[in-house]
């Protein structure tokens, strides 16, 4: 049999990519194939969930924010619990930063894109925030700088992403996907166009194309593949000559419990959310982000760590307790003393799937292949849009619409002609 469609990875990308297709071309035949015993346990279970529609370049904030706006609409008008909460990201900036951002914070302004700023004072009052860390030497020493303003991000949050998965895994079943777990694609079945049954095809005179797949469960055929297998991408891609521009680092999540007074009066800070609790806080540098985990009663703090990490693919990558240990933790009790002897109860590590191009998603088709890859470590907020310009260029669209009626240009997040802004809003 050949299907329509095999989407290789069940991670959001795959089964967003599963669910738009299939909302495009309900007659078409769909198999999502995944290795892991169920949805979503790739890099997607790893992620700190978080989401923001606070960017400077367009492409990101279409993306971003039609996702966020469709799964609100998923948890508010269809019923589907997602986890959201809108708890907000405050950002701690210095008076250098501040300067640096402010044109694109007045643009986002005219947009009516709505943020809010605080002062040291109210920082500090309110979160027990160590603003002037300069007055102390070892953090001199470590360059740590001071903190001027908070700018509070108010349509930011976070969500549970394993609800998130759920929800688009019973929507393909339901439209009649076929998903297959246990079964891991071990390369891509090259094949001519016109097979000839010579030895040694496809020859060089011959127009190739990738055919399906081969797997741990025998081969399957399809008119068209859909890697959406994130970090991995270039290990089943790289063996056949494409470039895909994906390349995988290492991200660790370290999760400290809101053990006494002072930690649990931090993650429970009023007057920043509807929630009543501490939003998620980014530190000015390095730029450590700190999440609350209310139903944990904990925090995750996470920090993307570049030069000199390295890129590599790996299939379990271990959380390092140095890391936390001599980095995360001696820049979070300059900064807010609470933390002082906290020591974290679980962590774990995953990798985040780098567009190196531009570190935005990427979405293009070579030889009937097509990769859906490149989250860069905001997938999950992007993850409906991506789905949606991935089924739209399966269903040789120009333009996808994303959620809410924007239309986007497919090739835009291609290769060839690839047109994204940069990003200055950087956290
Ligand atoms: C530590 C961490 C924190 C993050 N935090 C955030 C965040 O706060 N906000 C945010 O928006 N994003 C975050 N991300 C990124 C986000 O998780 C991803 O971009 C998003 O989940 C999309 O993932 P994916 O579907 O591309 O990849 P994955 O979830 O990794 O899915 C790929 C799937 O393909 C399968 N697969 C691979 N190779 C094969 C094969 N040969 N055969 C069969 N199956 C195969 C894998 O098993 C996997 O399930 C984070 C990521 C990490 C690692």
Redesign the pocket.
């Known amino acids: 049999m050949e299907y329509d469609a095999i989407v ?7 089964l967003a990519t599963a669910y738009h297709i299939k909302e495009l071309r309900p007659e078409d035949e769909v198999l999502v ?4 015993s169920g949805p ?12 923001r529609a606070f960017f400077s370049s367009k492409t990101n904030l279409a993306l971003a924010d039609s996702s966020i706006e469709f799964y609100r609409h998923v948890q508010e008008e269809l019923g589907h619990d997602l986890g959201m909460s809108f708890v907000g990201y405050l950002w701690l900036l210095t008076s250098e930063r501040y300067e640096e951002i402010k044109p694109a914070l007045n643009r986002l302004a005219k947009r009516g894109v709505e943020y809010q700023l605080y002062d040291r004072e109210h920082l500090s009052r309110t979160l027990g925030l160590n603003v002037e860390v300069s007055r102390d030497e070892e953090a001199r020493m470590m360059g740590l700088p001071d903190i001027e303003h908070g700018l509070l991000i108010v349509k930011a949050g976070c969500l549970d ?1 394993d609800k998130l998965v759920r929800f688009y895994e019973k929507e393909v079943r339901e439209r009649g996907v076929e998903i297959k777990y246990g ?4 390369e891509l079945l090259v094949e001519p166009e016109k097979p000839l049954g010579l030895p040694g095809e496809p020859l060089i005179w011959q127009e190739a194309h990738v055919a399906g797949v081969k ?1 741990t469960a025998g081969i399957f055929r399809a008119k068209k593949t859909i890697l ?5 991408t270039p ?2 891609l790289d063996p056949i000559g494409i470039e895909c521009h994906i390349k995988a680092k290492k ?3 370290f999760s400290i419990k809101a053990e006494g007074g002072e930690l649990k009066k931090l993650l429970r800070a009023e007057g920043y959310n509807p929630e009543n609790c501490m939003p998620v806080i980014i530190l000015p540098k390095p730029s450590i982000y700190i999440r609350p985990v209310l139903e944990e009663e904990a925090f995750w703090m ?1 920090y993307a760590d570049e030069f000199p990490r390295e890129f590599k693919v790996e299939d379990e990558p271990a959380p390092e307790p140095q890391f936390y240990e001599y980095g995360i933790y001696q820049v979070i009790v300059k900064y807010l003393p609470q933390f002082k002897g906290a020591r974290p109860y679980a962590s774990w ?5 780098y567009c190196t191009l531009d570190y935005q998603p990427l979405v293009f088709e070579e030889h009937d292949v097509m990769v859906v ?1 490149g ?9 409906d849009a991506v789905g949606r310009i991935a089924a739209a260029l399966y269903a040789g669209e120009e333009y996808a619409e994303l959620y809410g009626g924007e239309k986007f240009k497919v090739s835009d997040l291609g290769v060839e002609e690839r047109r994204v802004e940069p990003e200055t809003l950087v956290l």
């Open positions: 290789v990875g069940a991670g959001l990308f795959g194939l995944e290795r892991l979503g346990q790739g890099n997607t279970a790893k992620s700190a969930a978080l989401f992403v079964v891991e694609v071990e797997t959406a297998t994130g970090a991995w290990t089943l991200r660790q999540i996470g590590a995953g990798q985040y799937a890859s989250g860069s470590g905001s997938g999950v907020m992007k993850a």
